[in-house]
């Protein structure tokens, strides 16, 4: 898409949200054109679905950009990206924190994360028990922090049932921020980030609103 297109979608849906709320631009399958256009807007918060494709965007765009891993956790990968992400969303297994505990503390660094909560029947996350199981066997770790919660609707078309998945978890997310201190709700994407808004989020992912139909890599 030309500058113009990505010009006026970006700008015009961040005027039209809460300065507060954050703006990820998911970028997955999209090229380096694009994503440089939109840096050079100001943004800097891109999210990734794959290690690979984040780890090749990386070496070739500035290194002010946030990096943020939206996608499922490909555990044999995470040490590619542990040295520059920002923030990895996707959290659902014990094992991943571990993981990512053990590969931070040799590189003298913290890294953030959030749990993934199922909200809806057709989303992969954890439940709340399973949060809780992983939040407590975190608080030993010195080099990772569980900062909050994220959460994918259903592919229903249904406000309210949208409205209802997303409340679920804002619920949770309240009651986790009075006991661990959480600190962002990440949840909202192209077709519900205005339902995501009004249910707390802190982050909302946005990528087709913006770009339209996905472009080559690079």
């Known amino acids: ?3 113009y297109y990505l010009e006026s979608n ?4 961040k005027k039209s949200i809460p300065k507060n709320i954050k703006i990820l631009i998911v970028s997955k399958n999209q090229n380096i054109y694009s994503i440089n256009k939109l840096y ?3 943004h800097r918060d891109f999210g990734e679905n794959y290690v690979q494709e984040m780890k090749k965007k990386y070496n070739y765009l500035p290194k002010n950009i946030r990096w943020h891993m939206i996608g499922k956790i490909q555990k044999n990968k995470l040490k590619y990206i542990i040295p520059f992400v920002h923030l990895i969303h996707s959290i659902q297994k014990i094992e991943h924190i571990e993981i990512i505990n053990k590969i931070s503390k040799k590189l003298n660094k913290i890294s953030y994360c959030l749990l993934q909560i199922k909200i809806c029947y057709d989303k992969s996350g954890i439940t709340m028990e399973q949060a809780i ?6 608080k030993n770790m010195n080099n990772i922090q569980i900062i909050g919660l ?11 049932i949208i409205n209802k998945e997303f409340f679920s978890l804002y619920k949770l997310y309240n009651n ?5 201190g959480h600190t962002v709700l990440s949840i909202g994407m192209s077709k519900d980030y205005l339902l995501a808004i009004k249910n707390g989020s802190t982050i909302v992912r946005l990528g087709s609103i913006i770009f339209g139909h996905r472009n080559n890599l690079i």
């Open 1 to 3: 898409m030309g500058k």
């Open 40 to 42: 050079n807007l100001g």
């Open 133 to 138: 199981k992983i939040l407590d066997y975190s």
């Open 150 to 160: 994220m959460g994918m609707a259903s592919i229903n078309n249904k406000k309210s």
């Open 10 to 13: 970006f700008l015009s849906i």
């Open 176 to 180: 986790f921020k009075t006991i661990y």
